[in-house]
């Protein structure tokens, strides 16, 4: 059983910054993917940023040159560092993990950004 724990949420002023952190259970480069997904009330879950295991990233326009996504092997830990944040990136953010195309979440965290 995978588990992803995810941390760094709260309450950060619009124009400030984040950094969220998801602990993952299980060895990281066995995963194929991980990504960063979010849904804010009344919304759908959307994604976010995703990382390869090959270390390639990519980006929802909305978060583009805002968000960085990054990882530590040694450490089984994806990150998510969140600048220039704007109120309409509030939401729970959830770590994410696929592996030959098993999906696996964990709890999410809150991200309040006031304005």
């Known amino acids: 059983q995978v588990q992803l724990v995810e941390s760094g949420g709260g309450l950060v002023q619009a124009g400030g910054s984040v950094r969220l952190s998801c602990a993952a259970s299980?060895?990281?480069?066995?995963?194929?993917?991980m990504a960063w997904y979010r849904q804010a009330p009344g919304k759908q879950r959307e994604w976010v940023a995703t990382?390869?295991?090959?270390?390639?990233?990519n980006y929802a326009d909305s978060v583009k040159g805002r968000f960085t996504i990054s990882r530590d092997n040694a450490k089984n830990t994806v990150f998510l560092q969140m600048n220039s944040l704007k109120p309409e990136d509030a939401a729970v953010y959830y770590c994410?993990?696929?592996?030959?195309?098993?999906?696996?979440w964990g709890q999410g965290t809150q991200v309040t950004v006031s304005s």
């Open positions: 299980r060895i990281i480069s066995s995963f194929n993917n």
């Open positions: 990382i390869t295991a090959g270390g390639n990233t």
């Open positions: 994410n993990a696929v592996q030959i195309g098993v999906q696996y």
